[in-house]
């Protein structure tokens, strides 16, 4: 490994001293806790674009993420970078997503906190809720990259510091994240039919190559090949053809995609249901008892905390078909037979 990876013998611990596990690195018996962890489970019925899809072949979280596992894993060999570390923090970024997608965390935004994201939710769920409360005792390291590997619409290889994971690891999850929804959520955007694949800008298509197949092989060689060790860092750099095709990838698909009406109009939908289920649960203690005990989570301090955080952390660990059936059970009137 180079000199640049980061050791497990190195990591920085954990917030709760263990004993070493005997046939296992640190950050292995990390990525293995997340693997078997609840929060990892529900990623198969969360959102990734489309609200609940029914298709067999659309994304979800958690197809989202063993894609986002496999290009970090896949630079971090090519760069000797510690690839057990990049497969922690790329199966645990997500662990804290809404359901629905990124309206979930819109919502979630405006009815608790305009501060909510998902990847501070994942850091929580990995160091409060999971475990009923006791959490999974992570590395620093994986903690880190956990919590930084996003940062909204922000610069795929951000200019600012305190953005930056503090292993290079961390720092390949965040662009295998954004390299791996690029290239999917084109793909499904195309199969649903929200746009045709000739609406796609030509340069995009000249630069990163027309199958998901091809866009894959040249954003992950282009990271590759023009990263480069100097003066004791490794700067990780993607070629400016590819970096600035990208760019305009993402944009086209926040234009026309993830704002377009198909998606708007499932966004009004989620959100009259988490709307209407924070406000229930707030109103409904028992409910909200029961459903904590349900999923695991009633041991997780919601006793020293505002009911507000309570709902917010039962309402985000939800799935997609969790969540709107318990919005029917609640709101929908019972047939009398």
Known sequence: MSPLGCLSSASRGRAVAEKPCSVRTAFQVDRDRIVYSNGFRRLKHKTQ????????????????????????????????????LVEAIALGHDLGHTPFGHSGETVLKEIYSADFSHNAQSLRVVEV??????????????????????????????????????????????????MAYLNHDLEDAVRSGVIRSEQVPECCMKALGGTHSDRAATMIRALIASS?????????????????????????????????????????????????LYAYFLEN?????????????LGSNHDRQPKERT???????????????????????????
């Open 49 to 84: 674009v489309f609200l609940a899809p029914l298709g067999d072949d659309y994304r979800t979280r958690l197809t989202h993420t063993l894609e986002v596992a496999q290009m970090a894993r896949a630079m971090a060999r090519a760069l000797f970078l510690n690839e057990d």
């Open 129 to 178: 809720l999971e475990n009923n409360g006791a959490g999974l005792n992570l590395t620093v390291e994986v903690r880190d990259g956990i919590l930084k590997h996003s940062k909204g619409y922000g610069k795929i290889i951000p200019d600012d510091p305190a953005e930056l994971a503090c292993t290079y690891e961390g720092r390949i999850v965040r662009i295998a994240d954004i």
């Open 228 to 276: 480069e060790a100097k003066d004791g860092e490794l700067h990780l750099k993607i070629s400016d053809e590819v970096y600035l095709a990208m760019t305009a990838l993402r944009q086209f698909l926040y234009d026309n995609v993830y704002r377009s009406s198909q998606v708007h109009q499932d966004f009004e939908k989620a959100k009259k249901m988490l709307s209407e």
């Open 285 to 297: 203690e028992e409910l909200l008892h029961q459903q904590l005990m349900k999923m695991q989570m």
């Open 311 to 337: 709902v917010c952390d039962l309402i985000a660990s939800m799935t997609d078909r969790y969540a709107m059936s318990l919005y029917q059970k609640i709101f929908f009137p019972s047939p009398v037979v």
